[in-house]
């Protein structure tokens, strides 16, 4: 019986297998091609990513929050344009990307220049920051990801307190507002406390291991 | 251990604080142990003392955020974080014992592990977890001789069974007793004994659900020496309560509200194996002497 019903499927089903080989699989070779081209057209239209990345990074050093910094003890600069630092921030190093290895973070405050280092960190090193013994100062515009799930990647790393920090160039002063904590089991992000409205094109979220605020 | 004297501390809150057998076990080992349940006790000032600190509290879950919408109960106040406690005192080695057991590590709570030195897991498998500390297979942390002592309701137990609360905070905000014995009412007019998570505000429900007849166990009796002296558990949803019996081979179930009948018993399964405190206290002692090396 088994024998037989294999050989009415062979009979039914060949000249189907012939047609899908001779006729469709040549299609699909085209349309494979056709999806490749419009790739490569969309990568050709996107913005060079460096460019941005160092304009980004001149405006983001122009509000350094550097009475914050200059009471850090070994912090390490990501970006582009950090080794213009080490002049202006004793006892700190710097790191230009990419970061293959996260035994280079070790230090107490871990400064991205750009919100684009941290994205592409976080994306392409599995890093949960354990070097970070301190704090994570991350400037952020939403070019990449929205702030809020920015604070909840932090909240997620281990970082469970996260103040939002603006600095005013002409009073060379620091304020922070907005004391965001993890809710329990989710750990989505919850602002416990309002925060300022600002004019600064920048804004610092510094992230600490430890809560500073009971 | 006694060589270099530390002291243990161990930290919790209300049902989440789940050492209290722990304790036992270490002092009868000859150390000197400090238990902090928050909900009722405040943290003790121990000075430079080195400490070693035990927690079953949530890794991630701040003082900040514990307060955050409880500022007015006064068991809210005394709480510290574990975080915020390893900053206050003279940690020489830190351990992190889950207090749920359907859930030990909430997967959004992962990286805080690496704050502590050592994770006592309940079960055998504990993937990646070597990456962020060392995890330890030493069993579950109630499962510490649960065959001693006796509770309210134990004979009736033994042969109806009891049924475990959860979720209460949400039953908290649906009437409470009123609710619960509305949608399950069964298990009163089956004699099993409810019994709630010990939690701040719980004994306004105990006493309204004694009031109308309902068998109660104090929410203070642990636990799981409940479990195993009962027949079967049942339970309003998922929780640790379900993993405990099935860890311990208890038959469990889920009762869906407006149930007219209990499901009939069946056979018990195998017991896993007790709390190895002796497996904690080498590796304790282990990490302190390699930390002092280097």
């Given amino acids: ?214 | 251990m006694t060589a270099s004297h530390p002291v243990f501390l161990l930290l919790g809150f209300a049902s989440e604080y789940s050492l209290g057998a722990i304790a036992n076990l270490l002092r009868n080992a000859g150390e000197n142990v400090f238990e902090v349940d928050f909900s009722i006790s405040e943290i003790p000032d121990l000075g430079d003392t080195e400490v070693v600190l035990i927690t079953s509290q949530h890794p991630a879950r701040t003082s900040s955020i514990f307060r955050h919408g409880n500022e007015r109960a006064s068991a809210y106040k005394r709480y510290l974080s574990p975080m915020e406690c390893m900053q206050r005192f003279n940690v020489c080695c830190s351990v992190f014992i889950p207090h749920d057991l359907e859930q030990p590590i909430i997967t959004d709570e992962i990286a805080y592990l690496s704050f502590f030195d050592i994770y006592c897991s309940p079960y055998e498998f504990n993937p990646g977890l070597s990456l962020l500390c060392t995890p330890l297979y030493t069993g579950w942390s109630k499962h510490v001789g649960i065959d001693t002592g006796e509770f309210t309701h134990q004979g009736i137990v033994a042969r109806n069974g009891v049924f475990f609360v959860n979720q209460l905070i949400d039953l908290m905000g649906h009437d409470g007793a009123k609710y619960l014995l509305d949608k399950y009412g069964v298990a009163v007019s089956h004699e099993v004994p409810f019994k709630f998570p010990n939690w701040p505000g719980v004994s306004n429900i105990e006493r309204e659900m004694e009031q109308t007849g309902a068998l109660v166990i104090p929410a203070n009796t642990p636990s799981t020496q409940v479990i195993i002296h009962s027949a079967q558990v049942f339970s309003n949803t998922n929780g640790s309560v379900l993993a405990e019996a099935a860890y311990l081979g208890v038959p469990a179930h889920i009762i869906q509200p407006h149930a007219t009948a209990l499901p009939s018993p069946t056979p018990r399964g195998q017991q896993r194996q007790p709390f190895n405190i002796q497996l904690l206290l080498q590796s304790i002692q282990n990490h302190i002497n390699n930390s002092r090396i280097t």
């Fill in chain 1, 1 to 214: 019986m088994a024998l037989w019903i294999s050989k009415l499927m062979n009979v039914l089903c060949r000249p189907l297998v012939r047609r899908v080989s001779t006729e469709l699989l040549p299609h699909f070779a085209h349309f494979k091609q056709e999806l490749h081209e419009l790739s490569e057209m969309g990568r050709a239209t996107e913005p060079a990513i460096l460019p941005l990345v160092l304009k980004n990074e001149i405006e983001h050093l122009q509000q350094l929050p550097l009475p914050f910094l200059q009471k850090q003890e070994y912090s390490v600069f990501i970006g582009y344009s950090s080794n213009e630092l080490g002049d202006i921030i004793e006892g700190s190093r710097c790191l230009i990307p990419p970061i293959r290895n996260e035994s280079g973070l070790s230090g107490n405050c871990l400064v991205f220049l750009d919100e684009y280092h941290f994205v592409s960190l976080i994306r392409e090193l599995p890093t949960l920051f354990t070097p970070v013994r301190r704090t994570i100062l991350l400037p952020f515009r939403g070019d990449y990801l929205p702030e809020r799930r920015l604070r909840q990647i932090l909240h997620q790393l281990g970082f469970p307190e996260i103040f939002i920090m603006d600095y005013e160039r002409l009073s060379n002063t620091c304020f922070t507002s907005g004391i965001s904590h993890p809710i329990p089991v989710s750990s989505l992000p919850l602002m416990l406390s309002q925060v300022k409205k600002s004019d600064a094109t920048t804004r610092w979220l510094v992230a600490n291991r430890y809560p500073t605020q009971l």
